[in-house]
T-cell receptor, first 110, second 111 residues
Framework: KQEVTQIPAALSVPEGENLVLNCSFT??????LQWFRQDPGKGLTSLLL?????REQTSGRLNASLDKSSGRSTLYIAASQPGDSATYLC?????????FGKGTRLSVIA | DTGVSQNPRHKITKRGQNVTFRCDPI?????LYWYRQTLGQGPEFLTY????????KSRLLSDRFSAERPKGSFSTLEIQRTEQGDSAMYLC?????????FGPGTRLTVL
């Protein structure tokens, strides 16, 4: 059974810092990995999708990497802003639809 | 707006009542998913449609839950005889390939 773990569970940083969120998964037989953002009480916004054959994807200040063999992904956020405050969720898909971690709750302090 | 839409956004009901939620996917997305999310947890998969065919159901989907996608477009999720443990955010997503796009969710509160 696929299990996804996200560390840390919560993170607070001052504005302008670069930061890394971590995601690990137990079964490396995945098709892709997707990072989402969720604001309180809202739905999920897709940030980045990494196919299993890819090593990384970039969008603006966000960079996600994937090491499938070790079962790890990282989401790098450059020059953090207060508007980045949200919960960030990692999810993997294999033979079943998405399996999610519990998320990392990020607070960026102005 | 061409994103995934869900209605209602909030539903408060009494234990034992039936509720139905609707999801309208992004136009021409042939895959539609339902997830449930409780406080502090990531979403958990409930069921999945490709066009009108329901291809997979989680063991979380008890016999009180039923989902349909009659014409391969919108979908409904019905919960019969609601219980307090059904209180959660119900999320719908759609995709055409691998990337799933989520709606705003329906928050269900069972009193």
């Amino acid at each position: 059974k696929q299990e996804v773990t996200q560390i840390p569970a919560a993170l607070s940083v001052p504005e302008g810092e670069n930061l890394v969120l971590n995601c690990s998964f137990t079964d490396s037989a995945i098709y892709n990995l997707q990072w989402f953002r969720q604001d309180p009480g809202k739905g999920l916004t897709s940030l980045l999708l990494i196919q299993s054959s890819q090593r990384e994807q970039t969008s603006g200040r966000l960079n996600a990497s994937l090491d499938k063999s070790s079962g790890r992904s990282t989401l790098y956020i450059a020059a953090s802003q207060p508007g980045d405050s949200a919960t960030y969720l990692c999810a993997v898909s294999g033979n079943t639809p998405l399996v999610f971690g519990k998320g990392t709750r990020l607070s960026v302090i102005a | 707006d061409t994103g995934v839409s869900q209605n209602p956004r909030h539903k408060i009901t009494k234990r034992g009542q039936n509720v139905t939620f609707r999801c309208d996917p992004i136009s021409e997305h042939n895959r539609l998913y339902w997830y449930r999310q409780t406080l502090g947890q990531g979403p958990e998969f409930l069921t999945y449609f490709q066009n009108e065919a329901q291809l997979e159901k989680s063991r979380l989907l008890s016999d009180r839950f039923s989902a349909e996608r009659p014409k391969g477009s919108f979908s409904t999720l019905e919960i019969q005889r609601t219980e307090q443990g059904d209180s959660a955010m119900y999320l719908c997503a759609s995709s055409v390939y691998n990337e799933q796009f989520f709606g705003p969710g329906t928050r269900l509160t069972v009193l």
